[in-house]
């Protein structure tokens, strides 16, 4: 399983642009890319899958480049709600098992 | 629709007793896990079932672990006797198939603690 690196935390303010970056030097071809956001007392929710380029939803958007060992989640005019951990997880084509590592711990301020 | 309902939500017992967590799955979904998360880290599975066959227990400690999903819905986690060192969040998740696209809904967990 590709091991992923992620900051431990993110401090950013209301209206900006966010974006957190994971590593992932020993993925896979066939692997995928997927975000999780979780919480205080909830479990973990899918935020955005992808392979490569570019994969954009109605929360956020995944910029993987060609090599793909590395991505990073985009998150536009993040709000005080925005404040979670985010887990980057590299998922293994055919295997369901998902390691989360430490995430990393977005705080919005005002 | 209902997500994933998971009980008790919170739950103290002092070592060596046993304790039983319940989850129940969104309809339809075949594929159910089960996860532990220590404070501060992220969640680790435990075992995984396609329907009622439990297809990856590999991290499942069988000494004093275990779990049922008898009739491929809701599913039942036991640990017989506890340890301090099974204090954490306990998750329950459901997907809808077992692809590798299928995303996975988690419940909020059930909160044990162990004096």
């Known amino acids: 399983l590709a091991k992923t690196t992620q900051p431990i935390s993110m401090d950013s303010y209301e209206g900006q642009e966010v974006n957190i970056t994971c590593s992932h030097n020993?993925?896979?071809?066939?692997?995928?890319i997927t975000w999780y956001q979780q919480f205080p007392s909830q479990g973990p929710r899918f935020i955005i899958q992808g392979y490569k380029t570019k994969v954009t939803n109605e929360v956020a958007s995944l910029f993987i480049p060609a090599d793909r060992k590395s991505s990073t989640l985009s998150l536009p005019r993040v709000s005080l709600s925005d404040t979670a951990v985010y887990y980057c997880?590299?998922?293994?084509?055919?295997?369901?098992?998902?390691?989360f590592g430490t995430g990393t711990r977005l705080l919005v301020s005002p | 629709e209902a997500g994933v309902v998971q009980s008790p939500r919170y739950k103290i017992i002092e070592k060596k007793q046993p304790v039983a967590f319940w989850c129940n799955p969104i309809s339809g979904h075949n594929t159910l896990y089960w996860y532990l998360q220590n404070l501060g880290q992220g969640p680790e599975l435990l075992i995984r079932?396609?329907?009622?066959?439990?297809?990856?227990d590999s991290q499942l400690p069988k000494d004093r672990f275990s779990a049922e999903r008898l009739k491929g819905v809701d599913s039942t986690l036991k640990i017989q006797p506890a340890e301090l060192g099974d204090s954490a969040v306990y998750l329950c998740?459901?997907?809808?198939?077992?692809?590798?696209?299928?995303?996975?809904?988690f419940g909020p967990g059930t909160r044990l603690t162990v004096l």
């Open positions: 020993n993925i896979a071809t066939n692997d995928y």
């Open positions: 079932y396609e329907n009622e066959e439990a297809v990856d």
């Open positions: 997880l590299v998922v293994m084509t055919g295997f369901q098992k998902l390691v």
């Open positions: 998740a459901s997907s809808l198939g077992s692809g590798e696209y299928n995303e996975q809904f």
